[in-house]
């Protein structure tokens, strides 16, 4: 069964600090990576995709892949209130089965 | 731009029946997800469809089955409904999935 781990959270942050959420996935062959925001009562909204190990920065993004450790994070900088909402790491299934493999997800909290 | 759009947005039925759930995806996009979100499960994936064709098929009993049609419109069927299957049903629509998919608004589907 192939996974996507996340910490639940919730993680809290005080206004203007940087958030950093954390998954790992099991899936060795994943070559696709997203995260997703998530806020009460809404649908997941892309926020960001990245396929190369390193950094992929997007405004105060930044997705972070280590292929190595299937290790993938998400910086927010300067954290606002707005921010607050579910994080959702999500993997592409490496076998080329068309398939994103969604993790339950990080609550965010920005404290004003 | 046209969001993906999923009708209807709320649903209420009893044990036994069928139900389907319909998903217009945006312009030009071919392939269509469903997923299956509930508290205590997540995002779980049930089936992909691109150019009419299913591609890939998650972990649910044979009674949800979908289609795909040649305007790549999409529907999915849930028969004989169970309690269990009370959820929040997405449709996601995307260009294969290597740039993410973007999500609808979902339909609430609530068995009684």
């Known amino acids: 069964q192939k996974e996507v781990e996340q910490n639940s959270g919730p993680l809290s942050v005080p206004e203007g600090a940087i958030a950093s959420l954390n998954c790992t996935y099991s899936?060795?062959?994943?070559?696709?990576f997203f995260w997703y925001r998530q806020y009460s009562g809404k649908s997941p909204e892309l926020i960001m995709f990245i396929y190369s190990n390193g950094d992929k920065e997007d405004g105060r993004f930044t997705a972070q892949l280590n292929k190595a450790s299937q290790y993938v994070s998400l910086l927010i900088r300067d954290s606002q209130p707005s921010d607050s909402a579910t994080y959702l790491c999500?993997?592409?299934?490496?076998?080329?089965?068309?398939?994103?493999?969604f993790g339950a997800g990080t609550r965010l909290f920005v404290k004003a | 731009k046209a969001g993906v759009t999923q009708t209807p947005r709320y649903l209420i039925k009893t044990r036994g029946q069928q139900v389907t759930l319909s998903c217009s995806p945006i312009?030009?996009?071919?392939?269509v997800s469903w997923y299956q979100q509930t508290p205590g499960q997540g995002l779980q994936f049930l089936f992909e469809?691109?150019?009419?064709?299913?591609?890939n098929k998650g972990n649910f009993p044979g009674r949800f089955s979908g289609r795909q049609f040649s305007n790549s419109r999409s529907e999915m069927n849930v028969s004989t409904l169970e309690l269990g299957d009370s959820a929040l049903y997405l449709c996601?629509?995307?260009?294969?999935?290597?740039?993410?998919?973007?999500f609808g608004s979902g339909t609430r589907l609530t068995v009684v």
């Open positions: 999500a993997v592409e299934d490496g076998t080329g089965g068309f398939k994103t493999i």
């Open positions: 469809y691109f150019s009419e064709t299913q591609r």
């Open positions: 312009s030009g996009h071919r392939s």
């Open positions: 899936d060795r062959g994943s070559q696709s």
């Open positions: 996601a629509s995307g260009e294969g999935g290597l740039y993410g998919y973007t």
